[in-house]
């Protein structure tokens, strides 16, 4: 793993949109896996920015988000679709067709989750994934458990993510309890992965998650195991 500690979340950000950018000009029809939350939203913005200098095209690049909550729909505003729109795709030159996130109101989310596998393989898998950390250690919407869950699955969350997401919400009893979430199978099988991580709330999980031991009760430590990880890190 790398691990690159910086003093500001503008930088960042600067150098996780840099570490995409490359990503995007080396292979210009690239498979990025994409989180939302807070932490990658200077990302995106700076990602947006190169855009509209000319410095990287995403007219061939596709797209698969991590998560959904279960039953809000893209229109939502608070769905990991509605916010992909409105701080990446409205913002760049991608084809919205090319952009995928697992459905939370489908009928059949055991079923939705082995589609969005196959879809993900269809697409040839994920040149990087971007992650970013849960309090809990959670990645995507995999939380801490007695095992790690291979396949796209559905989720009950964690109350710790429900208070932690309540911030975006009316109330905390607005945060559906429920998402599906790309499960360990398709992030580990990303080409390179790129974790984000800002606050001193995040120091001690992301710590746990590096150095302590391979844990599904700290789902990220299963990261220690992928052969291109790079975590950046900011304080503030
Ligand atoms: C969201 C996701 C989550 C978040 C995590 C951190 O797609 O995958 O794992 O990355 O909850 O969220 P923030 O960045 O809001 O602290």
Redesign the pocket.
Known sequence: MKLIEVKTYEELSEIAANIIAAQVILKPDCVLGL??????VGTYKKLAEKNKAGIIDFSAVKTV???EYEGLEGTHDQS?RYFMNKNLFDNINIDKKNTYVPNGCAADLEKEGKEYDELIKSLGGIDIQL????VDG????NEPDDFFTAATHPVVLDPS?IE??ARFFASADDVPRKAI?MGMMSIMQAKKILMVAN?KN?FDILKASIEGPVDPKVPASILQLHPDVTVIYSEV
Do not use: M
Not at 35 to 40: E, F, K, N, R, Y
Not at 138 to 141: D, S
């Open positions: 989180a939302t939350g807070s932490t990658p988000n991590l998560d990991y992650l970013g950390i849960g959670h990645i995507g919407f993510t932690a997401n979430t606050g995040k």
